[in-house]
């Protein structure tokens, strides 16, 4: 587990943009068996990749676009086991990996961006990615 305090300028990012920090199973389980509307769920992480691609992306993604999801929410891979570990379990075939994300539609999942599409990208890239999922499916 990393150092808490280390970690907290990475877990605001994304509070700062407007996500909810999902801490227990508890809270991901409610939110994620939710049948109506749109989710979008960032597995958070400390790693370059996260840091260099995935939240810029996200933020611009966010920033750029009329059409968003209902919510906004995210788990931290390496800090909140138990609740990344539940999300997991909504994540049907789909391997296990920090950062990525997830955009599910009326309980479905419907958009996934993994680490292997982070890896190496340009957060435009990846921001493009999402402002054409989020105008597919949160409408």
Do not use: W
């Amino acid at each position: 587990m990393y150092d808490p305090r280390l970690v907290q300028p990475m877990r605001q990012e994304l509070v700062d943009a407007g996500f909810e920090e999902l801490l227990t199973p508890e809270q991901v389980e409610q939110l994620l068996d939710q049948k109506q509307g749109t989710v979008f769920l960032v597995i958070n992480s400390v790693c370059g990749c996260a840091a260099g691609s995935a939240r810029p992306a996200v933020k611009h993604a966010l920033q750029h676009t009329k059409v968003k999801p209902d919510k906004l929410v995210t788990v931290f891979a390496g800090q909140d086991k138990a609740a990344t570990e539940k999300a997991r379990e909504y994540l049907t075939d789909v391997l296990p990996s920090s950062p990525s994300m997830y955009l599910f539609k009326d309980g479905k999942l419907v958009h996934v961006i993994e680490r292997r599409h982070i890896e190496g990208q340009l957060a435009q890239v990846i921001a493009d990615n999402l402002i054409g999922a989020f105008e597919t499916y949160c409408r």
